[in-house]
Each structure stands twice: as structure tokens, then as C-alpha cells.
């Protein structure tokens, strides 16, 4: 079990010479050249170019749509992804599934002394390439070095603004009996990723993360004129945990088919193994979407059309409140309440 | 997915559902003894369509749950030592002790970390000189091995850091003290596939003819518990005793002669408290003197604090199969995943989180209506 995995390798140059000191957090010239030389140009954009404190944004037409989440992953680089691409998609997907075209994010970072400044242009190339691809622009930021130990190498916050396209999903509150709710892919790639390299399992071939930008499958669902009810990307707590939330807020229960869930071979290989259930497992680019009753199937093969969501799949539907929120009928027809994920993930002996 | 779609296969669950209804000329009491055949049970509803022609009581083989007390507390007094880093499989994290479980231990600063084998705990001793890397050895003769293995491995390392606190449990003591217990209304086995992967089944010849109660070895998939509930009906009905090994995929009459080989070079049998069941003679294992070195329960002193079992957890009763999860009075009041009064609620094989994981919705119907 302590092998390291074969198929990937953190792609992370060991030089060890070349490491980032308290001196760049100190405001001074360090810092500065840090920020020119090491963050800004694989950024580079005119609104980032000014480099003041704040930065103006153009005017947009409508409401705008604000998020702001933090990124303290550990390891940084796992299959699939790393810190960087992760803390763009998370914002960039908030602000897509709350109904936004997003346009503009900031990058704040938090570095631990030490971290080798190779790592650190690694992630910023990374966050660079995740914002092309996912349409955005980073407009501002901000750099701080803490001593050794009181950060764990990097922490990021990304606090992300989008322009609200309306007509804007209800949400969850607006969820009725027979209304269909889809996967948009795979689930549980990104946790089960992240616990195979962290606790080094030795899996062969290690499963990927699902990081991506789910921008481009929400905007085909909207030109498809498909009726959506709810969005939501299924990060911590997986499936399950986003079932519960919007169990809660449309007071209906939610019935879930377990043979219909798209689950990789990898992933469910390894959740057999670890006695853990993928639908509770993390996911960074892959949403939970509920539909008009109906528009299950075309809301699916739209989504097909999108590389991000090729995977998409029909998982179950909205039926009158039960006597439990969500429920997963197993292969053999069989009804289960759905557990909501509690606490940490802890695998099983044997 | 090879190895597990084949022993899914609804067509022939349903055709084993009917040679059993068949066969069962009246109502029979099996037990199957281990927590991953529990929750298989649950998980596929078995009990639920068998009701009427086999009653199942779930066994004591839960490792998690059957460890002491005063071993849990034992680990969490080391994890809280500025010198210790306790090493501990995943689902053992939460089972409470008397005062904390080790996940509450390590939220207070103590050194807990998960690891997947007993050799991840050598690893981190070789990379940590400057700490005492104690293993939290619990589990059944399934997990006994890696323990051994670990313990030589860290001699051939000389690694002088690295410790186990054993826990580690026998199942047919187990069994032979249920079969003893005037109460038992046992009347067949299911055996432990995994535990017998290992050990082999040739011991359990004697156990079947003393008592007089077959013994099928039975794998965890619907299709193998299936089987060996057929197997254990079809002896009964034909008024024999006898061992079967349903789970031949896996498991050989003799064992696996070299795991065997590795637990009797490090380990002796030794009679061990089993939470639940009290003091169980030759119940579990101990360091054979000469890797006494290895013993964290003799390189560091312990506090003798009281132990405190929660007065309303009837764990103690659900191990020996003396009632059934949904028969305790805390059970989905006090008593939940979320917030366990015993182990049983913890563990991913205890027999109360099964039931209330798997409660079929028939139940929580019948729950409702006898709710004032």
C-alpha cells in the first residue's frame, strides 16, 4: 500500500534552491518582483495589467452574482488537477450554477515559507490555464507569506463576480413531484483522487479528479431552452450532500436509482475496497441539475454535447415528502433512506 | 466489474430466495458472524425476504466493536503524549471511549494519524525517529498477519520507535462461548469468509461436531450469503452438522499457510476482554515474549482511569446476538451515526449502523404508525 502510485507523478520540479522567504511577503522589492516577474504574466489581462489596489470593472447590463470560496487542499497536485485549476473552477462553478456567465475572479494566496517557488509558478500557470479556459479574467490579487508552519504550503481564495443571464434558475425551493434530476458525469472522481494520492493506496490506475469548468454545460442547458429548476455543483459531501440541502428546501422527497448512477470502474473499485459510498464522495466539476418534469432526457442529451458533461445521466426524480428526505433504491428494488454525509470519510479495517 | 457483477446477479439471488422458501420446512435461527455479512443482509434485504423462513442473528464479528473499553481509552491516552503518534485504521477513529474517541483526541492536539496497513505505521516511524509511532493493532485474524508483518518489518529496519498496542480478537472462541450460552438460540453458522481466508476452516470440524451445528463458510456478496444460508438450511433439514465452504473462491480448507505461519512466529493466543462478551478464554492474541520490545502496552505506563461504559447503549446485548439493534431503547433517539453511545453505531460492520443505514422504508413506515 505504500507504493507510490505507477501511472501518475507529481509533476513538480524538487529544486530545492529555489524557495519562497518571509522577505516576499514583506511589501518590499521581493514581493514586487514576485508579483511582476513570478504571478503576473502567465495572468496577463489590460483590467489585471494597472496593478493598483483595486481594480474597475466594466458596467454590465442586469444584476452581477458575487461568490468567494478558499482552497486549502492538501497534496497541491493531484491526477486530474491541482490547487490552482481547483480554485478557479470552485468559483468559476458557483457562479455558473447559481444561473451567472462568469466573467471576472480574484487570487488571493496565502504561502507558507519555504514552499519552492517552481511549485508556485506551477499553480499560477494552472490558474491561468483553468481562467482561459473557463472564460474568465483574474483582475486582482494578493500575495502573503506566513512563517513555516502556519500555513499548510499554499492556501488560495478566489472571490469570483458573473453577470446574472436571466431568465435565473428558481432553485431548489421550486422543486416539484416529478421533476427529473440528472448528474452532469462521473461522481466521486475528485475525492476518491485526492485519498488515493494522499494516502498513497498504490491504486493502479489511479483514478482522476473531475476538475473542470462547468460553464460551457450550463450555458448549453440554457440554449437548449431546457426548464431547469436547480443547479448545484456536488463538491464536499458528493451527491448525497447536495440531495439533503434541496430535499430540505422544496419539502419533497428526492428518490435516486443507485444502478442508474455513473460511477467509474476506478472509483467504484475503490470505494468497494474502502467501504465508503461514492455518492458521498467530493466532486469539483460535475452538478447535480433538477428539471421540469419531462425535460429529464433532452436535458441529458444536451449535456452529452459538452465534453465536460459527457457523462451525463438520468439518476431519479422529486415524489411527494416521505417519511425520509432522500431515498436510493438499490439494484434489487429495494427502497433505503439516503444517509447525509456526517463528518470525515473514515475507511473501513477489512 | 469482475468478482462482484457475477455474485450480484439478480436472476439467481431470486432463484436461491426460492430453493430456500423450498427447502425450509420450518423456521431456522442462523447467525452469521461477521459485520460485513450484516450489512450485505441489509444492504440486499435478505432478511426481509427470508422472514418467516430464517431468522438471522447477527454475530459478534465486528472488530471495531468487540475491542475493550479500556483498549480505546488506552489509545487515546497515548495519542495525547507529546512523544506518541498513534497509528489507527480509519473506522476505529470514531468508536467513543469512556472520555473521548481518538478523532476527539486529535481535534484536543492529539497525534492520530489514518493509515490503510499496519506496514504505513513502520514507514512513518522510519521517517519520524524523533516520535514513538504506536499501531493500533485491533481486528480478527484477517488483519493479525499485517500486524506480524509490521512488527518484523520494523525489527529488520531496527527501527527502536515503532510499537503495537495489541488488540487483536479470535473468532471461534467467540463462537464456542455463543454455543455454550444457555440462551443461544443459534442453530447454524454462517463463518467469516475473510477471517477463514486465513485460518481455514479445518479447525471449525471439531466446533460442528461438539455442538452439533453446521458451519457454512460464507462470502459477503448476495449471491454467496444467499448460498450459504442454503447450505446451512439444507444440513439442518437433513439433520446433519458438518463444515461447508461456500466461499471456495477465496478460501482454502488449510488457510493461508504462510499468513498462518506469520501470526504464530509474532503472536501467542491469550485470553482477552471482548466489549460485550467480558473476559473470552483464548480469545485473542498477544506479542510472544521474544518481540515484547514491539509491546506498547510495556513501553508505556499506563493511567489506570476508570472505564465507563453509557449505562442506556445495550451493545453489550446486540454482540452476543441477545436482542437485535432495533430492540435497544436508543436506538435512532440517543443513538445514531452521528452521535454513537456504542461502537456498533460506528463501525461501517457494526450491526446497529447496518440497521439504521439500511432500514427499509417498510420499517420506518411501521416506525410511524407505532409512534404516539
Known amino acids: 500500500m505504500s507504493q507510490q502510485p505507477r501511472s501518475w507523478a507529481c509533476p513538480v ?33 489590460p ?12 458596467r454590465v447590463d442586469g444584476p452581477i452574482v458575487m461568490t468567494t470560496d478558499s482552497f486549502v487542499i ?31 475572479i480574484s487570487l488571493a494566496m496565502i504561502i507558507e515559507e519555504g514552499l519552492p517557488s517552481e511549485t508556485l509558478s506551477h499553480v499560477v500557470r494552472s490558474v491561468a490555464e483553468a481562467a482561459r479556459t473557463a472564460g474568465v479574467e483574474v483582475v486582482t490579487g494578493d500575495t502573503k507569506v506566513v512563517p513555516r508552519g502556519a500555513a499548510d504550503k499554499l492556501f488560495i481564495n478566489t472571490t469570483g463576480i458573473g453577470e446574472l443571464v436571466t431568465p435565473a434558475p428558481p432553485g431548489p425551493s421550486a422543486i416539484q413531484a416529478d421533476d427529473e434530476l440528472i448528474v452532469s458525469g462521473p461522481i466521486g472522481q475528485h475525492g476518491v483522487a485526492v485519498m488515493a494520492v494522499r494516502d498513497e493506496l498504490g491504486l493502479d490506475p489511479v483514478p482522476e479528479s473531475d476538475c473542470a469548468a462547468l460553464v460551457e454545460a450550463v450555458a448549453a442547458l440554457r440554449a437548449g431552452d431546457v426548464p431547469i429548476r436547480a443547479m448545484r455543483d456536488a463538491t464536499r459531501g458528493g ?20 444502478p442508474s448512477l455513473p460511477i467509474s470502474p476506478e472509483v467504484r473499485g475503490t470505494c468497494e475496497l474502502l467501504g465508503i459510498d461514492p455518492i458521498h464522495m467530493a466532486n469539483e466539476g460535475t452538478m447535480l441539475v433538477a428539471v421540469e418534469r419531462g425535460w429529464g432526457a433532452a436535458a441529458v442529451e444536451v449535456l452529452r454535447s459538452e465534453p465536460v458533461a459527457s457523462g451525463a445521466t438520468l439518476i431519479g426524480r422529486a ?19 439516503l444517509d447525509e454525509p456526517t463528518g470525515a470519510i473514515l475507511p473501513r479495517i477489512c | 466489474m469482475k468478482y462482484l457483477d457475477e455474485y450480484r446477479d439478480a436472476r439467481l439471488c431470486e432463484k436461491l430466495l426460492t430453493q430456500i422458501r423450498q427447502r425450509a420446512t420450518r423456521r431456522w435461527t442462523l447467525m452469521e458472524v461477521c459485520g460485513g455479512q450484516t450489512h450485505g443482509l441489509l444492504r440486499w434485504g435478505i432478511g426481509d425476504e427470508l422472514e418467516g423462513e430464517v431468522d438471522l442473528i447477527h454475530g459478534p464479528g465486528c472488530p471495531v466493536c468487540v475491542t475493550p473499553l479500556e483498549s480505546i481509552d488506552y489509545a487515546v491516552e497515548l495519542a495525547r503524549r507529546d512523544d506518541v503518534l498513534l497509528t489507527s485504521f480509519g473506522d476505529m477513529m470514531r468508536v467513543p471511549g469512556s472520555r473521548a474517541s481518538l478523532l476527539a483526541a486529535r481535534s484536543e492536539g492529539g497525534n492520530v494519524r489514518i493509515v490503510y496497513s499496519p506496514l504505513d505505521a513502520v514507514n512513518i516511524a522510519a521517517k519520524h525517529p524523533e516520535k514513538q509511532v504506536v499501531f493500533f493493532a485491533v ?60 485460518i481455514g476452516y479445518d479447525e471449525f470440524h471439531e466446533f460442528a461436531r461438539t455442538y452439533r451445528l453446521p458451519v457454512v463458510v460464507t462470502g459477503f456478496e448476495p449471491v454467496d450469503l444467499l448460498s450459504g444460508i442454503l447450505g446451512c438450511v439444507d444440513q439442518l433439514e437433513r439433520g446433519e452438522a458438518t463444515v461447508d465452504n461456500q466461499y471456495s473462491r477465496s478460501v482454502r480448507a488449510a488457510g493461508n499457510r504462510e499468513a498462518i505461519r506469520l501470526i504464530d512466529e509474532v503472536f501467542e493466543v491469550c485470553d482477552r476482554p471482548w466489549r460485550g462478551f467480558g473476559t473470552v478464554a483464548r480469545g485473542g492474541i498477544s506479542l510472544r515474549q521474544q518481540w515484547r520490545d514491539y509491546d506498547a502496552a510495556i513501553r508505556f505506563p499506563r493511567a489506570s482511569l476508570p472505564v465507563v461504559e453509557p449505562a442506556e447503549c445495550r451493545s453489550g446485548d446486540v454482540l452476543a446476538g441477545r436482542i437485535k439493534p432495533t430492540e435497544c431503547e436508543a436506538f435512532g433517539v440517543g443513538c445514531t451515526p452521528e452521535t454513537p453511545l456504542g461502537a ?18 417498510r420499517n420506518l413506515q411501521e416506525e410511524a404508525r407505532a409512534a404516539p
Open chain 1, 13 to 45: 520540479v524538487k529544486d530545492e534552491s529555489d524557495r519562497i522567504t518571509l522577505a516576499h511577503g514583506e511589501g518590499r522589492r521581493a514581493t514586487r518582483l514576485l508579483i511582476r516577474d513570478g504571478i503576473v504574466p502567465p495572468l496577463d489581462n
Open chain 2, 344 to 361: 456498533p453505531m460506528v463501525s461501517t460492520e457494526g450491526a446497529c449502523a447496518a440497521y439504521y443505514r439500511y432500514r427499509a422504508t
Open chain 1, 47 to 58: 483590467l489585471l495589467r494597472a496593478l493598483g489596489d483595486a481594480t474597475s470593472l466594466p
Open chain 1, 239 to 258: 451527491v448525497a450532500a447536495v440531495l439533503h440541502e434541496w430535499a430540505e428546501d422544496c419539502q419533497l422527497t428526492l428518490s435516486v436509482d443507485e
Open chain 1, 319 to 337: 415524489v411527494d415528502r416521505q417519511l425520509v428526505p432522500v431515498l436510493i433504491r438499490r439494484e434489487n428494488g429495494r427502497e433505503f433512506p
Open chain 1, 74 to 104: 492538501s497534496p497541491l497536485f493531484f491526477p486530474g488537477g491541482d490547487i490552482g485549476s481547483l480554485a478557479v473552477n470552485g468559483t468559476v462553478n458557483d457562479l455558473a450554477v447559481a444561473g451567472a456567465r462568469p466573467r471576472w
Open chain 2, 139 to 198: 481486528g480478527f485474524e484477517t488483519t493479525a498477519p499485517a500486524a506480524a508483518l509490521a512488527v518484523r518489518q520494523a525489527e529488520r529496519l531496527g527501527l527502536l520507535n515503532f510499537s503495537l498496542l495489541v488488540s487483536h480478537v479470535r473468532v471461534q472462541p467467540a463462537m464456542e462461548l455463543l454455543a455454550n450460552d444457555e440462551y443461544c438460540r443459534v442453530q447454524g453458522f454462517l463463518a467469516a469468509g475473510h477471517v477463514c481466508t486465513v
